[in-house]
Nanobody, 127 residues
Framework: QVQLVESGGGLVQAGGSLRLSCAAS????????MGWFRQAPGKEREFVAA????????YYTDSVKGRFTISRDNAKNTVYLQMNSLKPEDTAVYYC????????????????????WGQGTQVTVSS
């Protein structure tokens, strides 16, 4: 099991940028595939981006492609989500999640496959 703590959320105007961080502690972070999800009020949690534990594979939902970038620093036990050109519809609580894998290039999209979750960080984009 790994403990996850998100940070970096806040209030930003449309067109602005934020960088979310997810710090992990516990077991070997470098063997965990990571993902970012978000949940807006009244909506289901949705997939945003994922990265393999090697960092060599990434995947994004269509609505954030070209605007968001997921990355990781295994030496710092941290995964990041750089969010540019933010839109009001990006407003949500953002969660990071982790799942231990043997395969270094696998990415995981389905939230039900993740074992560990952070507490979330609020991102609010004003128009």
């Amino acid at each position: 099991q790994v403990q996850l703590v998100e940070s970096g959320g806040g209030l930003v105007q449309a067109g602005g940028s934020l960088r979310l961080s997810c710090a992990a502690s516990g077991r070997t972070f470098s063997s965990y595939a990571m993902g970012w999800f978000r949940q807006a009020p009244g909506k289901e949690r949705e997939f945003v981006a994922a990265i393999s534990w090697s960092g060599g594979s990434t995947y994004y939902t269509d609505s954030v492609k070209g605007r968001f970038t997921i990355s990781r620093d295994n030496a710092k036990n941290t995964v990041y989500l750089q969010m540019n050109s933010l839109k009001p519809e990006d407003t949500a609580v953002y969660y990071c999640a982790a799942v231990g894998l043997n395969e270094p290039t696998t990415i995981v999209v389905a939230p039900t496959l993740y074992d560990d979750w952070g507490q979330g960080t609020q991102v609010t984009v004003s128009s």
